[in-house]
């Protein structure tokens, strides 16, 4: 009996296969209010709120899914549903997460009614996000909410003196909260830069330069690991969180994914603006995922990337994340586009074989969110498989151009 040999990790063989598979298992995400947090199994925990930034990410996957129109896997939705799952995620958008007399959007819901009212700009971000992506998708009523999202982000959280966003707001928008944050404004370059393509303003895509700038900048003058936590008047805060040092979203000292989640984003808004973009965002690209990976990768020794280190370099939270692992295999095809060393294209085939052998579960589909230090599945920070974005667009970016953003790529190749 003669078999086939399973396809190479990272070969777009293998990527076209994971793409159908976490469109298989996000599917099973779909919650009445939005999208709900998934457990190892694929089943919605009922335990846990309907967050904003889970919804959002879903429906720009399921957007990204209907826009690529390729074969489904076995049991998961063909074009039909993925158009229903991201009609879905617009029309939570619009009524269960929004927030009908304040506005904006709540950051989670349960059946009772508002769980977490605060407006959160790493929420807002995504919301940008999944509209932007729906809007290409031709989602009734996508664009409205892509432009009622963007208001919001300008009036709200857009600080134009700092060339930044703020961090959070009360449900009132009474009271700014004083800790300053990079993981939302990362988050809102990446939505920024989507707006911009599909809407075709080139504001929006001056702003995602200008925070990118103030971002390389900090990390510059810190060898390289960015300070992630600010006060109120940008002052690093270089010990916040050290007593939880692995916080989901703002963990102590050096986050060694965002070094490479920015540099991919850096190549992004480098590309986006040619001979216009700021001076050396992609020298600062690859100083960032130099650093990112002479710190995280086997950092403590053993295979796979640390989540944090201090800022020496020595790891802190040992724990692997499979978003790191993601951003890493990311940050390696776009570096190697646009530097043409070889040494990119090898650490992509390197860390997708750690991807396959440690993070894909070929059991029960999607990946494992967290490994201990010695690469055994774990929960401490992230217990089961709440989402796929991360890794979906890792095994999307390979098969796109380095710009635009994933779903005007999409859309402008067709079908």
Known sequence: MVTSARPAPGSPT???????????????????????????????????PVELWITCRMTHVACLGLLADEPAAPGGPGPAELAALAAHGVAALTTSLADDEHG?????????????????????????????????AGIDGAPALLEQALVVLDDRFWDDAEGLVVDAWDRAWSRLDDY???????????????????????????????????VVAWAEDNAWR??????????????????????????????????????????????????????????AAVALADRAVADGWAGDGEEGFVYTTDWSGVPVVRARMHWVAAEAVSAAVVLHRVTGEERWREAGERWWAYVDR??????????????????????????????????????????????PSFASALRSLGP
């Open 180 to 214: 300053r944050g990079v993981n939302a404004n990362m988050h809102t370059v990446e939505a920024l830069l989507a707006a911009g393509d599909v809407t075709g303003e080139v504001a929006l895509h001056r702003r995602a330069a200008r925070i990118a700038a103030r």
């Open 358 to 403: 440690n993070l894909v579960d070929h059991e029960r589909g999607s990946w494992v969110h967290e490994l201990d230090e010695l690469n055994r599945p774990s929960g401490r920070t992230w217990p089961g498989k709440p989402d796929v974005y991360h890794a979906y667009q890792a095994a999307l970016l390979p098969c796109l151009p380095t710009v």
């Open 104 to 136: 904006g959007w709540f950051a989670a819901v349960g059946p009772g009614g508002v769980v977490d009212d605060t407006k959160q700009a790493y929420g807002h971000a995504f919301v940008v996000l999944a509209a932007s992506s729906a809007t290409a």
């Open 14 to 48: 293998y990527l076209a296969a994971q793409r159908a598979d976490l469109l298989r298992f996000a599917a099973g995400s779909r919650h009445e209010l939005g999208f709900g947090y998934l457990d190892s199994d694929g089943v919605v925990d009922p335990a846990r």
């Open 226 to 283: 960015i300070p992630e936590h600010f006060t109120a008047t940008w002052e690093p805060l270089l010990e916040h969180h050290r007593e939880v040092p692995a916080h989901p979203f703002q963990p102590y000292g050096a986050t060694v994914g965002h070094g490479l989640e920015w540099a991919r984003l850096l190549v992004a808004v480098d590309r986006t603006f040619g001979g216009d973009a700021p001076a050396g965002l992609a020298e």
